[in-house]
Nanobody
Framework: QVPLVESGGGLVQPGGSLRLSCVAS????????VGWFRQAPGKEREGVSC????????VYVDVVKGRFTISRDNAKKMVYLQMNNLKPEDSGVYYC????????????????WGQGTQVTVSS
């Protein structure tokens, strides 16, 4: 599986917002679930959010519920993660990946990772 390419990270103050983007330039996303994962220094990579092939089927880990919103545009082969009210503990490298046809937030099911995009939340 060719990895997706992430962008949009940066340095933001606590309470701020960022919108991450991810593009699948070499394959269609139409029949794949898409997910966002993150890895903080010294911690394991963890799933943050996933959206199935239906745009109404989004799932989030509890710590980001109400603050993060995942979306997808299959025609553009794009996946987005809108992150609001960011906290220092949201800092890390964020990755976009396709776990398969169904959502799965376990990082171990991903067999190909992109470079990720760094998110730093700090005052």
């Amino acid at each position: 599986q060719v990895p997706l390419v992430e962008s949009g990270g940066g340095l933001v103050q606590p309470g701020g917002s960022l919108r991450l983007s991810c593009v699948a330039s070499q394959f269609t996303l139409n029949y794949m679930a898409v997910g966002w994962f993150r890895q903080a220094p010294g911690k394991e990579r963890e799933g943050v959010s996933c959206m199935g092939t239906s745009e109404t089927s989004a799932v989030y880990v509890d710590v980001v519920k109400g603050r993060f919103t995942i979306s997808r545009d299959n025609a553009k082969k794009m996946v987005y993660l809108q992150m609001n009210n960011l906290k220092p503990e949201d800092s890390g490298v964020y990755y976009c990946a396709t776990p398969g046809p169904l959502c799965d937030l376990r990082a171990e099911v991903i067999d190909s990772w992109g470079q990720g995009t760094q998110v730093t939340v700090s005052s």
